[in-house]
């Protein structure tokens, strides 16, 4: 029995030495989505505090460390307990629970002062929460820390807030200070996702700094320069400020921006071997190849009713989001080359060695390869652009009628001629024939585009001479694109050399081209035929309303009969004379009256006077007077 107790109580004092694991979590990354997905896409914060409170109930029933429901019995999570990274979760949506309770009882509160009150013990809950998490990671041994400066920043956001709203403008001035500091350093040292998120959250901090300094009476905050210099003046001035940051954090932080950079030295770009000695070009670089890898994670299909085309132009708008990280990445590369160049030039006017000239070639293969890339993508995000507006004019709706807008089209394809012409003008572009040919397929590729566009722009006006001419010009155009690429392929094909090497991708590139033209000379073809049919259809109908309307002179035209006596007409024709109409047309004629044939059946005549009268005697007349007494008239 004595040795089974003995084993039991060392197996105890094992659990006890076992190691504790190692934490992380990215509280920004978290919260975010977080609040994305349960409500506050649409400022529902009542539907993201109930899931934040159903969120710390799974966590603690997780954990096994419920309070109870009928007996409440507080338990508490210490750093002795802690042994999974739920236990932090319970204090971040603890947090999060409050704030977002906070922001619900604020969008009431304009009507109701009494919910101001229950507002502020919120925003302390959320505060205390936030500092109790922060404390906890700062005294256990194993995290990350990354995540301590991360838990530090969204500590300092939220007392920020509630200071804010107790108007401390200049306590809330220090606290929002410090978490700008923290997430913009977090943004030097992270993926580009985690840059995209700081720089998100230093944009919503910045309107609070803005204010507490206009409350302070503190001028010249209207620009992020002037915003970034007051701050980093206040950390100076503020014994918060100076040691709010521990020195090995800031040593990990800048170990991790200068680790990839201090390795990466040189890059191959068109047969030529390129080195980098800027350190800052190098971190734009890398951060740029991030950027496109997670640009290449997007992928997009063709829409076909109203469901989809929300889907799509999410995916597309995220995707446009990934490519303004990759167009900042190599535009401040571009800066710093630009920089590197100016004092090259500096240097080289004042004293020359035999190395030098080397040195400017290198400095003008680097400018040129990164303005190269930040232009190619810049093309490459117009054609996502054209592209969403083809799919949303195609299938409109209610929500996508504003990028129904097919003459932006003509417009993005003239910022592609700008583009490509910007190209054309870099350092050693034109002594590299490959890539000039390849810059003129497309140019005669985009200019062919834009004629289409351009054409199916008239065809909705029916202007249909203007469509065909552009469909000329256009068919013209991708021909001269065909026969390059023909050209360059056959020379290929026959090992006939030309200056410079082609290589794998740009023979890819060429194949991909010359599919794409002829989809284009397909497209065009179809429109021609169909706005030819179109045009000989109008004819015909023109030559039919022509007749009608010639017929309908001939019967308005008077029959020479109707006018013998006039001769100053000029209506007669030799070949048709129209003598007299035949048949002839119908006529009215006179007729009796209907009165007298009715009338005439009731007239009673005098036939015996008629007689006397025929006969030339009158009747004699009778005397008159009483009886005739005085006898007759003779």
């Known amino acids: 029995m004595g040795d089974i107790e003995d084993s039991e109580v060392i197996n105890s004092e094992v659990e006890e030495v076992i190691e504790k694991p190692f934490l992380s979590m990215n509280v920004l990354e978290i919260i975010t989505e977080e609040r994305n997905m349960h409500g506050l896409r649409h400022q529902d914060y009542q539907r993201y505090r109930r899931y934040c409170t159903q969120k710390i109930h799974n966590l603690r029933k997780f954990l096994k460390l419920t309070q109870g429901k009928k007996r409440y019995q507080k338990k508490e999570i210490t750093v002795d307990i ?20 906070a922001m619900q009882l604020k969008t009431e509160s304009i009507d109701e002062p009494r919910k101001h009150y229950h507002l502020m013990k919120r925003l302390k809950k959320a505060a205390f929460y936030a500092n109790q998490l922060e404390d906890i990671c700062k005294n256990y041994e194993k995290i990350d820390e990354k995540t301590i400066l991360d838990v530090q920043g969204y500590a300092a956001l939220m007392t ?56 302070l009476k503190i001028k010249n905050t209207s620009g992020e320069d002037d915003i970034a210099a007051l701050v980093e003046m206040k950390l100076k001035s503020s014994a918060t400020g100076a040691n709010f940051l521990d020195d ?96 090259d030039r500096l240097a080289t006017d004042k004293v020359t060695s035999s190395k030098s000239e080397e040195k400017t070639n290198n400095l003008k293969y680097l400018f040129s390869y990164i303005s190269y890339q930040r232009l190619m993508y810049t093309l490459k995000r117009n054609l996502l652009l054209i592209k969403q ?52 397929i497309k140019t005669w590729y985009y200019k062919a585009c834009r004629c289409l566009s351009c054409a199916k722009l008239y065809v909705d006006d029916a202007k249909i001479p203007e469509s065909l001419a552009l469909l000329l010009r256009a068919n013209s155009y991708v021909s001269n694109s065909k026969l390059e690429i023909d050209t360059i392929l056959r020379k290929i094909s026959g090992k006939k050399a030309i200056s410079t090497e082609i290589s794998e991708e740009d023979i890819q590139e060429l194949e991909d081209f010359k599919k794409k033209c002829e989809e284009v000379s397909s497209k065009i073809q179809k429109l021609r035929i169909e706005q030819k049919a179109r045009y000989c259809l ?24 109707t006018h013998m006596d006039d001769y100053g007409t000029n209506e007669f024709d030799k070949n ?52 005739s007494m005085w006898g007759k008239k003779k």
Request: charged fraction near 30%; aromatic fraction near 8%.
């Open 160 to 215: 920020g807030y509630k200071l804010f709203e107790e108007q401390d403008w200049q306590a809330a001035f220090e606290k929002f200070a410090i978490a700008r500091t923290i997430y913009e350093k977090l943004a030097a040292a992270g993926d580009p996702q985690q840059e995209a998120l700081c720089h998100s959250t230093i944009d919503s901090i910045d309107p609070n700094i803005r204010y507490c300094a206009y409350n």
């Open 389 to 440: 507006i083809e799919v949303n004019t195609a299938n409109p709706t209610k929500d996508n009628a504003k990028l129904c807008k097919p003459e932006n089209v003509v417009k993005l394809y003239d910022t592609i001629q700008q583009v490509i012409n910007e190209v054309k003008e870099l350092p050693f572009i034109d002594t590299d024939v490959s890539l000039s040919a390849l810059l003129s």
């Open 82 to 101: 802690i042994n999974n990274i739920k236990h932090l979760y319970v204090f971040l949506f603890s947090a999060e629970r409050a704030w977002s309770y």
């Open 576 to 627: 048709d004379p129209r003598l007299i109409d035949f048949p002839p047309n119908f006529e009215p004629i006179p007729c009796k009256p209907l009165f007298f044939d009715i009338a005439s059946n009731k007239i009673d005549y005098s036939m015996d006077r008629l007689h006397l009268r025929a006969s030339g005697k009158t009747q004699e007349k009778k005397g008159w007077g009483l009886f």
């Open 248 to 343: 090995k954090i800031e040593a990990l932080l800048q170990k991790k921006i200068h680790e990839k950079a201090s390795q990466f030295t040189s890059i191959t770009w068109r047969n030529h071997n390129i080195d980098i000695k800027n350190a800052k070009i190098a971190e734009n670089i890398l951060k740029a190849n991030d950027a496109i890898d997670d640009l290449e994670k997007v992928e997009i299909v063709d829409a076909k009713n109203e469901k989809e085309i929300n889907e799509f132009n999410e995916k597309v708008d995220n995707k446009l989001n990934r490519f303004g990280n990759v167009l900042e990445a190599y535009h401040d590369g571009q800066r710093q080359a630009e920089k590197e160049l100016l004092e």
């Open 538 to 561: 109008s004819n015909a109908e023109e030559e039919n309303s022509s007749t009608k309307d010639l017929s309908k002179k001939e019967e308005k035209r008077k029959v020479l009969i």
